[in-house]
């Protein structure tokens, strides 16, 4: 009783920036866990690897199955869940932070899906910035295929294809090789592509929401329905960014093998995928996003719900009325 009692006065004691920091940062975690071999199913078929383009999403699942083993469908995972936790913690917590902001900077504003559009565009990109290099160390550890010793020995895998050993390995690799500048190779095409896909995602949703019946708003299976919808409208938007942010992340690997030039800038990359590989390229893997951004954001949203159930975050409506009446008060006086 008392254990119970003393956690429930940890949470109520946490501020509402606290909260909004942990429910983000575990939604992140489960909801990308649950979907990892989607989504370096996915990273193979946007960086060019012809060998499982070719033979698609069965014939790709088999083959990492026999030459990589069980572990090979979460090769990446730990990055990608080490900068998942932190980027969603951020970017659930910038929305409502930039929400909050805009409403009190500018009172007359609507409560509606175009304040849900900028707001969540700012998050997304305050997000990214934050933990790129963790996103483009997650993206070299998938594009590596590392099979066993003995695919190995029957060159199933090329060796020079074998480059980092690990997360800190690859994170400081790149690091000395290319400096700073390394660890945010393909930055741009990631917020050219955030901006408009956060907002787009929040505008759909929240566009969405408006037009389900009053008696049904708090039903969990519309919000899901809701929010899967909007995030396929939105990652379909921005998907092409996305292949250029995956291909200028892996180009010293790439072309290490190949023997192509590198340096290319994002319109660059985006033209010369589209004249060289077609148009098609462009949304290589599209089909496997689908697949993944479904249940990712199904998940997500439930997860933060509960999450913010259990950490008890008072309804968006009250804390804006709240911080509103408290920065007007603190003006007054």
Known sequence: MAEGEEKNGIIDSMPLVAKELIAGGVTGGIAKSAVAPLERIKILFQTR?????????????NKIGKTEGLMG???????SVARIVPYAALHYMAYEEYRR??????????RGPLLDLVAGSLAGGTAVLFTYPLDLVRTKLAYQVVGSA????????PLEQIVYRGITDCFWRTYRESGFRGLYRGV?????????????????????????????????????VCGSVAGLLGQTLTYPLDVVRRQMQV????????EETRGRGTMQTLVKIA???????????????????????????????????????????????????????????
Request: zero cysteines.
């Open 49 to 61: 690897r012809d060998e499982y383009k070719r033979i698609g999403l069965v014939g790709s699942i």
């Open 275 to 333: 004249r060289e590989e077609g148009w098609k390229q462009l949304f290589s893997g599209l089909s496997i996003n689908y697949l993944k951004v479904v249940p990712s954001v199904a998940i997500g949203f439930t997860v933060y719900d509960v999450m913010k159930l259990y950490l008890r975050v008072p309804p968006r409506e009250e804390t804006e009325a709240e911080d509103v009446t408290t920065r007007k008060r603190d003006r007054l006086s």
């Open 188 to 224: 741009a095409p990631s917020l050219y592509g955030i901006f408009p896909y956060a907002g787009l995602k929040f505008y759909f949703y929240e566009e969405m929401k408006r037009h389900v019946p009053a008696e049904h708003k708090q039903d969990i299976s519309l919000k899901l």
């Open 251 to 258: 180009e010293r690997l790439y072309a290490a093998v190949k």
């Open 101 to 110: 902001w805009i409403i009190f900077g500018f009172p007359d504003t609507t």
């Open 150 to 157: 003995k695919a190995q020995a029957k060159a199933v895998i």
């Open 73 to 79: 469908f979460y090769r990446g995972n730990g990055a």
